[in-house]
């Protein structure tokens, strides 16, 4: 059983603290933490007051106070520390009866056996994306195992953590639509009339209908989180950018994907004579792919006027190639998707960036801030996985994926919240390879930040689904306290008494019955010292109001005591039919 949450909380504090530090030892190989092409920008925007067209300022506002231009070190101890306070959270959700130190044999075998570490030590957002799909979880599946603080900390770090990367927007709208719905049909005990005999078909309509269409449905943490980041965004954008639009340059991504998919090149060659597009007189000087084409300062986009300029004509290219070849662009995108899939080698570009990110450390930070980054290891370009690290990162990630869907069946049947969580992550992984290989291009790094979530979801479900469940798998509301006397501490199931006496769980209740069941008083409250034993008595008449607390006909409100109830009530409930 659970122990107590004020015997919890100074261990799993402990636990984070400990649990921490083992996230951070590649930046402690290298000397100095891991860096990539874009992480100067992310120092320099909140430090010179500026924003890029191609990146979010929010990340850089993330690491300002932390860094404050002295030294970068604790902008990574305090992304170690809360990817260790998710994990807590996951863990306690998803085992509420173990002890709170299982996180640190749990970290310490991501940090050997998966790319974790690598993405806590590196100035980057890119830790944030699997972050992101274990909080929506959280907010969307287990709202009664955090608290009040918890969950207000949790949706404001949801909200940054979607505004902290472009990419991470769609994701999360392409997650929204499956998310709630998928949360109301794998726990239906959490809603007030429970399952249907219509068949699933049935019961799943019931739950998109239930979710878009009721208003305390769509106020719920995880839209409140996703409106909170499209407004910081779409501020922020017409402040800096004077255009009302979360992502007002995305478009450039999309052009660049398409003219090297093919359809969009053979759009310029067909329509330049006609359109005269700021690109047609560049259009034999194009780069080897689209990397080079989007960052090179030779490059036609550059040569064309930047990314800002060429943004207002890309609408119109992109228009002019899906126009012509839909299909053939789809086909493109599905295959760079399925080539993202397979590519997530760990630490695959971990270049030394001297272009990118050497001058702003030299201009901003003081001297031995400096000393310390030219004598990284990376800075130098030695530092490297070995083979059979590599080889380890790949086999867990895909041996995770293998073991999340020969669990998941098993879990839907006896585990739901196991269940929900190890779909969410099989349909993240899926997303975020459509999303970052489909949209811009297959790179390792991309798929990297999700690949550790399998083996963490299959770690956890393992132990999960071997110890049986108790109360830390009811929701707080329908908990026994812990030492009570009650006669019966499981938890209360919704239920109504039949004409004929007997006491119906709510999972064979009929929608259309329902109105029936309301007029005739029959919907009995909840209870945990509730006895599920049938209730005396038959009724002649459906339509007769009932007394709760009997099954049988309640009796006018100025008859003076009614008869005591039977020893086995504990606590008896005063009848107010």
């Known amino acids: 059983m659970a122990a107590p949450a004020t015997t919890q909380t100074p261990a799993a504090g402990a636990a984070i603290l400990l649990a921490a530090p083992l996230l951070l030892w590649p930046a402690l190989l290298n000397g100095y933490p ?45 992304q170690a520390l809360l990817t260790a306070a998710t994990l807590h959270l996951l863990r306690r959700a998803l085992l509420p009866t173990v002890s709170p130190w299982w996180l640190l044999p749990l970290t310490g075998a991501l940090s050997i056996a998966s790319a974790l570490p690598w993405l806590a030590s590196q100035l980057m957002p890119d830790l944030f994306t699997g972050l992101l799909v274990l909080s929506l979880g959280l907010l969307a599946f287990t709202p009664s195992s955090l608290s009040r603080a918890e969950q207000v900390w949790l949706t404001g770090f949801t909200a940054f953590m979607i505004a902290a990367h472009q990419s991470h927007l769609l994701l999360v709208l392409i997650l929204l639509p499956i998310l709630l719905p998928f949360r109301r049909w794998l726990n239906p005990a959490t809603d007030r009339i429970v399952g249907n005999p219509g ?14 269409f009721r208003r305390d449905s769509l ?42 998919d093919g359809p969009g090149m053979r759009a310029l060659q067909r329509d330049c004579p006609q359109q005269r597009w700021r690109l047609c007189p560049y259009i034999n000087e194009f780069p080897a792919n ?27 290219i992109l228009s002019a190639t899906l126009q012509a070849e839909p299909l053939v662009e789809l086909r493109a995108v ?37 000393d310390t980054y030219l004598t990284a290891r990376q800075t130098n370009d030695v530092l490297r996985l070995p083979n059979w690290l590599v080889a380890l990162h790949r086999a867990t990630a895909l041996i995770g994926v293998g073991l999340c869907g020969a669990l ?3 879990a839907l049947r006896r585990r739901p919240l196991v269940g929900a969580f190890l779909a969410l992550v099989l349909i993240a992984v899926l997303i975020n390879a459509l999303v970052t290989g489909g949209l811009s291009g297959p790179h390792d790094r991309y798929q990297a930040r999700v ?87 038959n009724l002649k ?37």
């Open 290 to 316: 689209a990397d080079l084409f989007l960052w090179r300062s030779d490059s036609p986009l550059a040569l064309a006027g930047g990314a800002k300029l060429e943004s207002t004509e890309a609408n119109a």
């Open 408 to 410: 998941l069946p098993i």
């Open 334 to 370: 599905l295959d760079n998707a399925l080539r993202q899939l397979s590519q997530f080698t760990t630490g695959a570009e971990l270049d030394p960036w001297s272009d990118s990110v050497t001058p702003w450390i030299m201009r901003d930070f003081p001297t031995f801030e400096v």
């Open 199 to 212: 068949g699933w078909i049935v019961r799943l309509r019931r739950s998109i209908a239930v979710t878009y």
């Open 451 to 537: 690949m550790w979530l399998p083996p963490l979801l299959a770690a956890l479900a393992i132990p999960a689904l071997m110890i049986p469940a108790a109360n830390g798998n009811i929701p707080a509301r329908s908990r026994v306290p812990t030492g009570s006397s009650a006669p019966d501490q499981r938890p209360a199931i919704p239920s109504y008494t039949s004409p004929l006496g007997r006491r119906r769980s709510a999972s064979a209740l009929r929608v259309r019955d329902l109105p029936r069941i309301r007029r005739a008083g029959r919907l009995a409250q909840p209870s945990p010292t509730a006895s599920r034993r049938p209730l005396p008595g």
């Open 219 to 260: 106020l719920n943490p995880i839209t409140i989180a996703s409106v909170l980041a499209c407004l910081a965004l779409t501020t922020v954008n017409i402040v800096g950018h004077h255009r009302a639009s979360v992502a007002p340059f995305s478009n450039v991504f999309l052009l660049a994907r398409v003219i090297y």
């Open 541 to 577: 008449s459906p339509r007769k109001r009932l007394c709760c607390a009997h099954g049988r006909p309640a009796k006018p409100r100025h008859v003076a005591a009614r008869r005591a109830l039977p020893s086995r009530r504990t606590q008896p409930r005063r009848c107010v039919a």
């Open 34 to 78: 891991l860096v990539f092409s874009d992480t100067g920008t992310y120092l320099s925007q909140a430090v010179h007051h500026y924003l890029g067209w191609d990146r979010p300022v929010f990340y850089s506002l993330f690491l300002l106070p932390l860094h404050l231009t002295l030294t970068t070190w604790p902008a990574i101890v305090v």
